[in-house]
Nanobody
């Protein structure tokens, strides 16, 4: 299983970024996934999660300005982030686990597979 994130970069406060996570050796249509982030000196925290059917969950810090989604044909997970804030600065990681699940999880131990991360900077 390989998860490859992209789409990070620098954005102005109030701007937008769309993160992508391309999966190989794993089917986004039959598993459950999430986005996490880790700022320097802080623990990794769950940002948004999506269950197998596509139902989302968001942490309070990004709710209302972020959207997690997946494209089963492209086998890719996305995180659209709007109204970016300096506190969004972090390395963003894609996480996944196999199996059908109708729940969402924002805890690291729920996921077996992880990407290498993509950096988001807001100025």
């Amino acid at each position: 299983v390989q998860l490859v994130e992209s789409g990070g970069g620098s954005a102005l406060a109030g701007g937008s970024l769309r993160l992508s996570c391309a999966a190989s050796g794993y089917s986004v249509s039959t598993g459950y996934m999430a986005w996490f982030r880790q700022a320097p000196g802080k623990e990794r925290e769950g940002v948004a999660a999506i269950d197998t059917a596509g139902a989302p969950t968001y942490t309070y810090a990004v709710a209302g300005r972020s959207t997690i989604s997946k494209d089963n044909v492209k086998n890719t997970l996305y995180l659209q982030m709007n109204s970016l804030k300096p506190e969004d600065i972090a390395m963003y990681y894609c996480a996944a686990n196999q199996g059908w699940c109708n729940r969402t999880f924002l805890v690291t131990y729920a996921y077996k597979y992880w990407g290498q991360g993509t950096q988001v900077t807001v100025s």
